[in-house]
């Protein structure tokens, strides 16, 4: 066994897209996001997803199909950023579905010489400004110019800024995307994909949307937003919103949504060394931590190195089911923890899952989300279990 070492429950992951399906039967195609690595959790993952009901994907790169080939041979799957024009010969290897991001692209990729029938989907910037078309004239052209070639247009989609719980972007999102879609027959477009998991879990169904995307919540992570507590600083803002949704005539938002959802990943490693701290001696880079009494610290083998970031603002670990906080700095290779008696060279820790939540490591690291999932996934030996 390494020093440190990410489980991933495959189980789980099957259990979450199920839960996932069984909750919202009201689209017709469900596109698992599996970029990142799946979110660290290993392309191997699309066969739990794909057990779980899942039968479409999407990944950011020809080298993410690539590797998503070795587990699925034949599942559609959406290169969400273009490919370059010089390896649709890939691509068409690969059996790719294309993202059209703008006309010029789509021309390109007419006039190249690639003897295969694509499946495109045209991305259409109704708001984020990153990839898209942004003009309802170039939209209308783009889909007679796949109609009469010999590709295949297969879906249509965008990609939302925020979760539009509190401002209005993602409403206006929508209708923008409904403006640069009016001079096109959506009907003609058998995926019409606008959401990812947030959207799908804090608002109605979509009205003109047939499918949705996904991401973190099929990993296992609850995502709807959660109701203020009654302080009067909460309460202050819950007015604020239901003010602001009046006033942007926002679409509804459901709060506290119960779903069966379990995070696959937890990450682990074993301990170095349990040493004495006397009271008054430093712990770590910068001395930040100066021990108030004699201590006992347990050091560990994970650092920015395993991609857990090196910022502590009052991080914990778990170890036997208790609870410790690590001390001072992060450091690139190790990290101390603040232990007790109870604790034995022996144990192991964990640093994400049981206790730990995902949300709790992001706050104390001052990562994001699936930025934490994506380093540690990525930066320790990955252990499957079922
Ligand atoms: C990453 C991504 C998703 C998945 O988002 P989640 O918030 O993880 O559900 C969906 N669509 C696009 C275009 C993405 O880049």
Not at 233 to 254: A, G, P, V
Request: aromatic share 8%; charged share 25%.
């Amino acid at each position: 066994m390494t020093d440190s070492y990410v489980e991933i429950n495959l189980t789980r992951l099957s259990n979450n897209v199920k839960a996932i399906l069984e909750k919202y039967p009201e689209y017709k195609s469900y596109i698992g996001v599996v970029k990142g690595d799946a979110y660290g959790h290993g392309m191997r993952s699309v066969k739990a997803l794909h057990h779980g009901g899942l039968r479409y994907f999407a990944v950011s790169s020809l080298e993410e199909a690539f590797d998503l080939r070795k587990y699925n041979a034949h599942v559609p799957v959406l290169c969400l950023e273009p490919v370059a024009i010089e390896r649709l010969g890939e691509a068409a290897d690969l059996d790719l579905t294309l993202a059209i991001p703008d006309i010029e692209y789509l021309r390109a990729m007419l006039a190249a010489d690639v003897n295969h029938s694509f499946k495109l989907h045209i991305k259409v910037d109704a708001g984020f400004s990153r990839l898209g078309l942004k003009d309802k004239g170039e939209i209308k052209e783009a889909v007679q110019l796949i109609n009469s070639s010999p590709h295949f247009l297969e879906g249509i989609y965008q990609h939302f800024a925020t979760a539009g719980i509190f401002d209005p972007h993602y409403d206006n999102q929508i209708r923008r995307f409904k403006e640069l879609t009016s001079l096109i027959d959506l009907d003609e477009i058998p995926i019409v994909h606008l959401g990812s998991g947030v959207s799908l879990v804090a608002h109605p169904k979509i009205d003109i949307a047939t499918g949705t995307r996904m991401g973190l919540i099929m990993y296992g992570y609850n995502i709807s937003p959660s109701s203020y507590g009654s302080s009067m600083k909460d309460r202050l803002r819950d007015l604020r919103d239901k003010r602001n949704q009046k006033k942007y005539h926002l679409t509804e938002t459901y709060r506290d949504v119960q779903l069966d959802l379990s995070p696959a990943m937890s990450y682990k490693c074993r301990i170095l060394q349990i040493k004495d701290v006397n009271a008054g001696e430093y712990v770590g880079y910068g001395a930040e931590y100066q021990a108030p009494e004699l201590i006992s610290i347990a050091v560990l083998p994970v650092g920015y190195n395993n991609g857990i970031g090196h910022a502590n603002f009052g991080r914990v670990v778990e170890i036997n089911g208790k609870r410790y906080p690590i001390i001072g700095e992060i450091g690139m290779n190790m990290c101390c923890v603040k232990v007790d008696n109870r604790v034995k060279l022996t144990d192991t820790v964990t640093l994400l899952g049981g206790g730990i939540s995902l949300g709790r490591f992001s706050r104390a690291s001052g990562l994001g989300l699936a930025e934490v999932l994506l380093g540690i996934g990525k930066n320790n030996e990955r252990i499957y279990i079922k």
